[in-house]
């Protein structure tokens, strides 16, 4: 399982946030360029629909492919008090054919994205995972090079963290710790909860941008 928490950022203010985390983090950034296909089970797969995505990583040389499904969140009483949901995940690394391979199977293609942007992963209590990204969509099938943002003014920041039945309250502490910190620049919560933009972010990302010019080389 893992737990997750999202939001929104406008684009002029993602520099002062990856700042923010450089110094936050104390680790390189990694570069995010992912070609993610949502498949969704024809009617031969029986009356329950499902959905599973394929994950193309295109930030290295060699492209490289994960099957990932999402299953349910935590519910009850528990999961309604805290701020960050708490999911069922299932991923794994395949091959460059999977995607023939799922259409085997009767999955189609319900939509993709290209999402460009850049990962810190590090360890704050828990492994933790803050990735920022822009959505882009492509105007015919597969054409990745044509792909164009979405919402150009506008980044997601998503932040993981793989936990267990036994340690998903350690992890959830940890990540909530960590929004903390970035409560400035951006409300975070759960996926499908959108708080929109932080009325602090640009006086944030000035007092960051100016700290950072001020220092230094």
């Known amino acids: 399982m893992e737990c997750v928490v999202q939001g929104i950022i406008e684009t002029q203010h993602v520099n002062a946030l990856e700042i923010l985390l450089h110094g936050l983090c104390g680790v390189p950034k990694e570069q995010v360029r992912v070609h993610e296909l949502c498949l969704k089970s024809g009617p031969n797969l029986g009356v329950v629909p499902s959905e599973v995505r394929l994950l193309c990583d295109l930030a290295h040389p060699t492209p490289s492919w994960t099957v990932r499904h ?14 960050v949901l708490v999911r069922t995940v299932v991923e794994s690394k395949v091959s460059n054919n999977v995607l023939r391979f799922f259409y085997g199977l009767g999955y189609k293609l319900d ?3 290209l999402k460009v942007g850049f990962a810190f992963t ?3 209590g828990a492994q933790i995972i803050v990735t920022v990204t822009s959505a882009h969509k492509m105007p015919k099938l597969h054409a990745i090079e ?3 943002p979405i919402t150009p003014n506008i980044h997601m ?8 039945a036994e340690n ?3 992890v959830v502490a940890a ?6 910190y970035l409560a400035p620049l951006l409300h975070l919560s759960k996926p499908g909860v959108s708080a929109g933009i932080v009325a602090t972010a640009t006086a944030a990302a000035a007092s960051l941008m100016s700290n950072s010019a001020s220092k230094p080389l």
């Open 168 to 170: 998903y309250n350690e």
């Open 122 to 124: 590090f360890h704050r």
């Open 175 to 180: 990540v909530s710790a960590f929004c903390e």
């Open 146 to 148: 044509e792909a164009l």
């Open 157 to 164: 920041v998503e932040i993981t963290a793989p936990a267990t």
């Open 70 to 83: 999402v299953g349910g969140a935590m519910r009850g009483s528990g999961a309604d008090q805290i701020s």
């Open 111 to 113: 939509h993709e994205i």
